[in-house]
């Protein structure tokens, strides 16, 4: 087991870092979720650093920093660009509002501060020169693929409420189990859910949707959490089992957009107030109703359907939209290849108004003023969908006049 921890390359800037507070008479180590992935094989999506320093000891020693939140210990150091939490040991004080201590203070000793995290597995660091520190045996809970409370489950979910949405997310995005003390007590007080904020909840839904077992999502229903978590319109959707089917079928599917997709449409809400409710941006909402219209709309069986399904999503939502079909046995997977392929052949002819052989300019050109002129470019689009050999400034020029009035 140890030997995971010989061939370690950190990226430079976070043993310089390190060297600092070393250099400067401190300890100093690597914590937290970079360290359960490196023990797991996996590259670390962030870098976060514990110290003994006190924050303005941290500004001292680095030229660039920035005070993300000094009050609880953070300190950004910023190397090349690039952006590395420091937080100083820290105890948290007394919860009040399941969600945050009312204080922290600093304390010199790395074992109290790892006291202070969530799960065995994310509470153990890692220092270059004294190797591993884990005081809870977060390594063998990796290893019996284990989500277990450090310390005492219920005290730890009342304290803060998202450890439960935490503990789902981590199944999800492991496969790992939850140990049976740790999930009596996300049972027992799933009801604190209430306190955690939708962005939190979008935030650990689409960690799990991501993950490698999405349909351990599941477990918010078991643990009875919904209500608590989202509005009775929406915990219905997941009651129905929508959740758990659909993303069990669609195993094959990696793009979380996708599984988004697939389970709203299998669950048949409406995409935008469920992704709004969810505070989802934007562009993450609009790619999921292109996908989710898509599917709807289903397998295209004429050449003109095909160029329209293009037209009306684009591209990259009718070939997600097909390997859905494809995934949850809706099409065969030799189908799925003919469809793909004849939207690539397809994509070549236009699709969208831009493509078209007149625009704006002509019409007006033409003699066409005001709102016709968009109904006009529809009902040439329409035409191409259908025919594109029509695609010619001529021929288009006859269809309109033979069609439109100049008023
Ligand atoms: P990810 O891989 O998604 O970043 P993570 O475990 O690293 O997961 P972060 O939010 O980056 O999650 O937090 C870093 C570390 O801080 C965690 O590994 C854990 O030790 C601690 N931590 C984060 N949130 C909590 C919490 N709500 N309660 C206790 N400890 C927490
Ligand atoms: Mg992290």
Redesign the pocket.
Known sequence: MENRWENIVLPPEVTEILSGLHGAGYEACI????V??IYMGKE???W?LTTSAKPDEIKRIFRRTVDTGIAHGTVTVLIENRAFEVTTYRVDGEYKDGRHPESVHFTTDLEEDLL???FTM??MAYDPKRGIIDPYDGRADIERQCIRCVGHPMNRFRE?A??IL?AIRFSAQFGFGIEPETFEAMKALAENLRHVSMERIRTELY?ALAGKVPERLAVLSEIGALPALFPPDIVKVFETGAMHRSLFQAAGLEAVISRLALFLYTAKVSVRPFLRALRFDKKTIYMVEDRVNALAAGVPDTAYAIRKQLSLYGPDAVRDATDILAATGRCTLPEAARLQATYRAEEVNPYRIRELAVDGEHLLAMGYRGRILGEILAACLEAVLRDPSLNELHKLEEIIRKNYIIT
């Open positions: 914590v937290g979720g970079c359960r992935d670390p999506v962030d976060d202070r995290r969530d994310n509470a803060d998202l450890r935490r960690k």
